[in-house]
């Protein structure tokens, strides 16, 4: 193990990074049977997870250097999973989203990352607005890539939430025209901008979405307003005798769907559906993938569920009944990579 780190650590400073990729796939063979150390007897779980966090974070740059964002993603994801309080994994993973163009999950990313940061308490203030500076850019670029719908940030304080959603509601009409066939605010959780792009740190505000199509936007609503995310009319679209209507669904729909619950997720920390709810999310685009025969994407998706998932009690509140739910949930996703059926909370979400 330490000679395979040893010669991949001289290749990427060598700015070999194939060899160094190569070089760091065999370390992590070793590091996912345990051996952390050159005595296997002495590597301790936290050990080997440390280290398999390390070494995937160095594929996650050589696979960035040599033009193959998708690998890096996935790596990235894995890296998270094995240490998800590292704010530099999700920075990375935002910079694989970036590069593939996914500019509201590299949003959400850089979200994570200058949360992490600063809850470990970061005191480079330089790193705080650099982080909070690239989250800006990404947001921006997530609205000017998506032309299906436009949205809106209301400043909240305590004011009655209801009277303030019609405000957001009006105010958006008179803005954004050309998206008024469906308008709705989340309801669920306070959105946060990056403190560089506003004069009042610390803001909260609301979001509101509106759509050219109305179909698609009471869909998106249904999807992120419920406590465990449905995509209405999945088991009709998705049976087996219909797949050239699924696919036609997926492509005029779906993707449109997932984008928007996508950007809704770049400004919002804390989930009051629960720690869940995100991941849940991405349990239905994978389930969705599959259904396509997409298993390269499905597990993709999966991979990022479980990164959520491990991130989740960093990012808010964890209740017993909480943590069992993760705890579910990690094990489903776990057997669908697998191969196997998700048998524990991902089959009793998918009956409601």
Known sequence: LQAALREGSARY??????????????ALQLCSKGFATEDP???????????S?????????????????????????RSIIQNPSNFCN???????????????????????????????????????????????????EALSGDVSFSALYTPFEKENKA???????????ERHPDYVQHVFTDPHGIHLLPEKAESHPGQQYLLTLGFRNRDIGKTVEKFVTRKFPVLPGQKIAFSPSM??????????????????????????????????????????????????????EQ????????????????????????KKMLQSLMADAVDILAGRTGERAWAEIQKV
């Open 41 to 51: 007897l002495k590597s301790s779980p936290d050990d080997a997870s440390r280290l």
């Open 243 to 296: 797949e050239q209507q699924a696919e036609i669904f997926w492509q005029n729909t779906g993707k449109r769907i997932m984008a928007a619950t996508a950007f809704i997720g770049s400004t919002k920390i804390k989930d009051e559906r629960g720690p869940c709810a995100r991941a849940i999310e991405y349990f239905h685009h994978a389930s969705l993938l599959s259904r396509l025969w997409k298993r390269e």
């Open 163 to 173: 009277d303030k959603i019609k405000e957001a509601h009006k105010a958006f009409a």
């Open 13 to 26: 400073r060598q700015r070999d990074f194939a060899a160094a990729a190569a070089k760091f796939n065999a």
């Open 53 to 77: 966090s390390w070494i995937e974070s160095m594929l996650v740059i050589c696979y960035l250097k040599l033009g193959q964002p998708g690998l890096a993603l996935h790596h990235s994801h």
């Open 90 to 140: 999700h920075l990375r993973q935002a910079v694989s989203f970036r590069c593939l163009h996914r500019y509201s999950e590299a949003a959400r990313s850089t979200m994570v990352a200058h949360y992490l940061y600063v809850l470990a308490e970061g005191a480079e203030l330089e790193t705080s607005d650099l982080l909070q500076l690239y989250w800006q850019d990404m947001i921006q």
């Open 299 to 322: 597990a993709q998706v999966m991979t990022q569920a479980m990164a959520e998932l491990a991130t989740a009690p960093y990012l808010q509140r964890v209740s017993q009944e909480d």
